[in-house]
């Protein structure tokens, strides 16, 4: 999609998962080298050499990226919602607080499977980087419990990660699908500082204490969140001289950058990473 001129589009043919027709329940959360579709020994070294030369070649005002977009792990909600039905969370559950057995609002925190698909993403990684892969050069997450989490132990938990790899930048626009749902509400910023290590993440200029975006009787539009996905590439691309970009949020947003590109959306599953090449074109 363009507004001003830009375009931005995935480049198909690297992973398995920027297939138009991809189909998410078969690839899985983490498939084998993340989805890469060369399977050779340098396959890796050979991506990024294409990478590169994409960038070395293009036409002025055409950049490229490639990002992995990460889901959260499991998340309370994520049990809610398989406990008591979509229609009847979309319903009614959403807007509570619980139940008897458990909290899932406001900002649920990961279960044990939510910590433990965060680890075993940690682990693919880790995998990979021996032979070759990239790592992320900037790191972007959600404000929401779930997905600073996730980020925290795939990444930040570990020092084989560089450094730039083991600190994210908090953006406001990266949070879920909000209002009405209480599990998309956030915590204050004092609260979120309180429960993340201080060297580890960074809030964007202008990240205020309470959250005023979340509304009990409005829920997001599918059009807004592409609109607010659309401006998360937009500040990448503007911002971050880095080729290789990590954003850990929520399916709801991960959608949003997808539809900014015309591309249908795309059921990532809790703890997965989509990886993609995407271009920038500045007409």
């Keep these: 999609m363009s507004e001003s001129g830009r375009r931005f589009s995935i480049v198909t043919g690297f992973f398995v998962q920027d297939d138009p027709h991809a189909i998410p329940a078969t690839i899985g959360a983490l498939p084998p080298r993340f989805g890469l579709v060369d399977d050779s020994p340098d396959c890796w070294p050979k991506?990024?050499?294409?990478?590169?030369?994409?960038?070395?070649?293009?036409?002025?005002?055409?950049?490229?990226?490639?990002?992995?977009?990460?889901?959260?792990?499991?998340?309370?909600?994520?049990?809610?919602?398989?406990?008591?039905?979509?229609?009847?969370?979309?319903?009614?559950?959403?807007?509570?607080?619980?139940?008897?057995?458990?909290?899932?609002?406001?900002?649920?925190?990961?279960?044990?499977?939510g910590v433990q698909q965060?680890?075993?993403?940690?682990?693919?990684?880790?995998?990979?980087?021996?032979?070759?892969?990239?790592?992320?050069?900037?790191?972007?997450?959600?404000?929401?419990?779930?997905?600073?989490?996730?980020?925290?132990?795939?990444?930040?938990?570990?020092?084989?990660?560089?450094?730039?790899t083991r600190r994210v930048m908090i953006l406001e626009?990266?949070?879920?699908?909000?209002?009405?749902?209480?599990?998309?509400?956030?915590?204050?910023?004092?609260?979120?500082?309180?429960?993340?290590?201080?060297?580890?993440?960074?809030?964007?200029?202008?990240?205020?204490?309470e959250d005023l975006v979340w509304q009990a009787d409005v829920r997001e539009t599918k059009d807004h969140i592409k609109a607010r996905a659309q401006s998360v590439l937009y500040r990448i691309f503007d911002e971050a001289a880095e080729t290789y970009i990590s954003i850990t949020a929520h399916g709801?947003?991960?959608?949003?950058i997808l539809a900014a590109m015309g591309r249908a959306a795309y059921s990532l599953p809790t703890g997965g990473v989509l990886p993609l090449v995407i271009r920038s074109e500045i007409s």
């Design 47 to 113: 991506f990024k050499h294409r990478v590169t030369d994409l960038n070395k070649t293009a036409p002025q005002g055409t950049t490229y990226k490639v990002f992995f977009l990460g889901r959260h792990g499991q998340g309370w909600h994520n049990v809610a919602e398989a406990k008591y039905g979509t229609q009847a969370w979309d319903d009614y559950f959403s807007k509570l607080y619980g139940d008897s057995q458990m909290t899932w609002g406001p900002d649920p925190l990961l279960t044990a499977l």
């Design 118 to 164: 965060a680890e075993t993403a940690r682990t693919a990684w880790l995998k990979e980087i021996p032979n070759g892969m990239p790592t992320p050069e900037r790191c972007y997450a959600s404000p929401l419990h779930r997905a600073l989490s996730t980020w925290q132990i795939t990444f930040a938990s570990d020092e084989t990660f560089p450094q730039q």
């Design 252 to 256: 709801g947003i991960i959608n949003g």
């Design 173 to 209: 626009n990266l949070r879920e699908e909000h209002g009405v749902h209480t599990c998309d509400m956030r915590d204050t910023r004092s609260m979120i500082a309180r429960n993340f290590p201080p060297l580890t993440y960074d809030f964007e200029p202008g990240f205020v204490e």
